[in-house]
RNA sequence: GUCCCCAUCGUCUAGUCUGGCCUAGGACACCACCCUUUCAAGGUGGCGACACGGGUUCGAAUCCCGUUGGGGACGCCA
C-alpha cells in the first residue's frame, strides 16, 4: 500500500511553527515511502476562516518548500460528500438528530461540572420520538458505542485505550448542515485514501471518536500518530508573546527556510548526536516512529544557531537577494553602493540573520548620523590624527580600490609610522563606520567606497582636531 | 473538576524497549583562554541533569508503585 500523508490547517490563523513541524513531519514521511503528501484546507468554520489565512498558510508552505502532491482541497467545495454520509448513517440510526438548544447544553455541562463531573452531551435527544419542535435547526450526532473500548497503536506514543463510556455523542452536522471538525476530517481521510495521520497531540481525544465513525462508515481505519506539541522557551504553549511564531515572520526578520526547518525537525526527533540536516537527509534518515512523546520548548538561540550555519554556506548571489529585501524594508537605497553579492560574502560571517546583516551594512549606503562615543573616546584620540592623514594621502594617491591594494596601503602606512597594524586601522575603522567594529579594514573601505571613504576621514580629522582642541 | 499523556544539564537531545560498556555523551546558550587590526568565525577548556520517595535486582537513568511538576482534552472551533 502506498502511503499517504496530510496536513489539515483551518485557515483561521498563521502557519504557526507548531503546524509547520506537523506539515513537515507529514512531508518527510511521505517523501521517505515514496508516497504522497495532501494538503487538505479545513475551512468548515465560517466564522473563523478567511483568505487572508489561507493565503498566509499557503506562503508559509511554499516558503518552507514543502510542496503538496495533491491539492489544496476545500472542505467546502466538498459539502454533498460529508451530506451524503450524514443520510446515510441517519437512514442507518447510527446518528440521530438533536434539537436541544445551545442554552440547553450550557446549563446541562454546568451541571456536570457542578457534581464534578466531566461534561459530556447526556444523550437526551437520542432516544426522542414524536413530531419535531419547529423552529429549530437540529444538529446531527453521532451515536456513539456505549460500552466497550477502542483501542489502537499510535505510531509515536504506542498502544492506546479509551473507554467509549468517556466519550459522547459528537455532533457531526451542524445546524446549517456544515460537517464538524470530527466529521469532515474522517471522510476526508477516508476518501483521499490517507495511511498516516500525522497531527499534533492535541487531537488524541478526537482518536477513538474518529475511529469510532470510521467503524461505522464501514471502512478500514488509517494508522495514527499524536506528535508532542511545541513550547515557548518558558515551557508555556508557545503564543504570539514568545516572539514570532508565524512562519513568514521568520522569513521577515531574516532566517532562511533551511533553518527553520532544521530546528523544527529537531524538536521532538534526533539521530544520534547529529544536529545540521539537509533536506535530503531528513527525509533519508527521519522516521516518525522515532519522535519523542515529550513536548519540547522552542529555542530562539538554537535556530540563530542554525541560521548563521546556513548562511555561511549560502550562495552569494542568493543571500545578496535577500538582502536587498531587508534593505528595502529597512527603507535603505542602494543604489550607486556596494554590491548585495560582496555584502552578504562580507557579512555572513558575522551575522545571525539577514536583518542583522543589513544593520551591520548600513553604513556602506548611509553616512553615520553621529559617532560612538565610546569608540571616539577609544580611537580617535590626539594620536590618532597623524595616522588618519597619512592613510587619506596614501588612500586618495591609490589607483586600485580593491582590497589587495587597500590593505597595502592601510598596512604601509602602520609600517611608515612604526606603529601596529590596529593603531593606524581602528581611527579608520571609526572614521569609516562611526563604529569600533567593522568587516576587515579593507573589505569595509570596499564597502564604502573611494569618495565616501575620503570624506568621512575627513570628517573624523576634525572631529580629532575639535577635541584636542577642547583638551 | 474529570479523563489522557509526559518527566535526563537553563534549552534541544543520546542513553530507557533489549538493566551492568554511564565516574550519563553531544549541541545551543553562558564563562575563561588561544587566535586576532575591530566584530565575528574558529580552536581549547569550564559550568551544568537522570524531579522526589519507595520497591524489584548482585546491579537501575533504564523495570514497578506512589508523590510532585508539566502538557493536553473535555464546543453546533479545528
Not at 500523508?5 to 485557515?11: H, N, Q, Y
Not at 447510527?94 to 445551545?102: G, N, T, V
Not at 554556506?313 to 537577494?321: F, S, V
Amino acid at each position: 500500500m502506498n502511503v499517504r500523508t496530510r496536513f489539515a490547517p483551518s485557515p483561521t490563523g498563521l502557519l504557526h511553527v507548531g503546524g509547520a513541524r506537523t506539515a513537515l513531519f507529514c512531508w518527510l514521511f511521505a517523501r521517505r515511502r515514496g508516497g504522497a503528501f495532501v494538503l487538505r484546507i479545513e475551512d468548515t468554520d465560517r466564522e473563523r476562516s478567511t483568505q487572508a489565512s489561507m493565503d498566509a498558510i499557503l506562503d508559509g508552505l511554499r516558503w518552507l518548500g514543502l510542496d503538496a502532491d495533491e491539492g489544496p482541497f476545500f472542505q467546502t467545495d466538498r459539502l454533498p460528500l460529508y451530506r451524503e454520509h450524514v443520510e446515510r448513517l441517519l437512514h442507518d440510526g447510527k446518528a440521530y438528530r438533536c434539537y436541544c438548544s445551545r442554552e440547553e447544553l450550557e446549563a446541562m455541562r454546568d451541571a456536570q461540572r457542578a457534581r464534578g463531573e466531566k461534561p459530556r452531551y447526556d444523550g437526551r435527544c437520542r432516544h426522542r420520538t414524536g413530531p419535531s419542535p419547529a423552529g429549530v435547526d437540529p444538529v446531527v450526532r453521532f451515536r456513539n458505542p456505549t460500552e466497550g473500548q477502542v483501542v489502537f497503536e499510535d505510531l509515536v506514543r504506542g498502544p492506546a485505550a479509551f473507554d467509549n463510556r468517556e466519550l459522547d455523542d459528537l455532533v457531526i452536522a451542524r445546524g446549517d448542515g456544515m460537517p464538524t471538525y470530527n466529521f469532515g476530517a474522517v471522510v476526508d481521510d477516508l476518501d483521499m485514501g490517507i495511511t498516516h495521520v500525522i497531527r499534533g497531540d492535541d487531537h488524541v481525544m478526537n482518536t477513538p471518536r474518529q475511529l469510532n465513525l470510521v467503524a461505522a462508515l464501514g471502512a478500514p481505519p488509517p494508522r495514527y500518530a499524536h506528535v508532542p506539541m511545541i513550547l515557548g522557551p518558558d515551557g508555556q504553549r508557545l503564543s504570539k508573546r514568545h516572539g514570532a511564531v508565524g512562519v513568514t515572520r521568520f522569513r521577515d526578520d531574516g532566517y532562511l527556510p533551511e533553518a527553520l526547518l532544521n530546528h523544527l525537525v529537531r524538536l521532538g526527533w534526533s539521530h544520534g548526536d547529529r544536529e545540521i540536516f539537509s533536506r535530503e537527509e531528513m527525509i533519508e534518515l527521519f522516521d516518525v516512529a522515532d519522535v519523542n512523546r515529550a513536548p519540547a520548548s522552542f529555542d530562539y538561540d538554537k535556530l540563530g544557531w542554525l541560521n548563521q550555519h546556513y548562511v555561511r554556506q549560502a550562495d552569494p548571489e542568493r543571500l545578496g537577494a535577500l538582502l536587498a529585501g531587508q534593505f528595502e524594508r529597512m527603507g535603505i537605497d542602494m543604489s550607486g553602493g556596494a554590491a548585495p553579492s560582496l555584502l552578504a560574502r562580507v557579512q555572513r560571517e558575522r551575522a545571525r540573520t539577514l536583518a542583522e546583516m543589513a544593520e551591520k551594512s548600513r553604513f556602506a549606503f548611509e553616512e553615520y548620523v553621529e559617532f560612538d562615543e565610546r569608540a571616539v573616546k577609544k580611537h580617535l584620540r590626539p594620536a590618532a590624527l597623524e595616522p588618519l592623514e597619512a592613510t587619506r594621502a596614501r588612500l586618495h594617491a591609490l589607483a586600485d580600490w580593491e582590497p589587495a591594494a587597500l590593505h597595502a596601503a592601510v598596512a604601509e602606512c602602520a609600517e611608515a609610522l612604526s606603529l601596529n597594524l590596529g593603531k593606524v586601522a581602528q581611527p579608520l575603522r571609526v572614521a569609516l563606520t562611526g563604529a569600533a567594529a567593522s568587516p576587515a579594514i579593507e573589505l569595509t573601505l570596499q564597502m564604502v567606497g573611494r569618495d565616501a571613504a575620503l570624506s568621512r576621514i575627513d570628517r573624523a580629522i576634525a572631529r580629532v582636531r575639535e577635541r584636542s582642541g577642547q583638551s
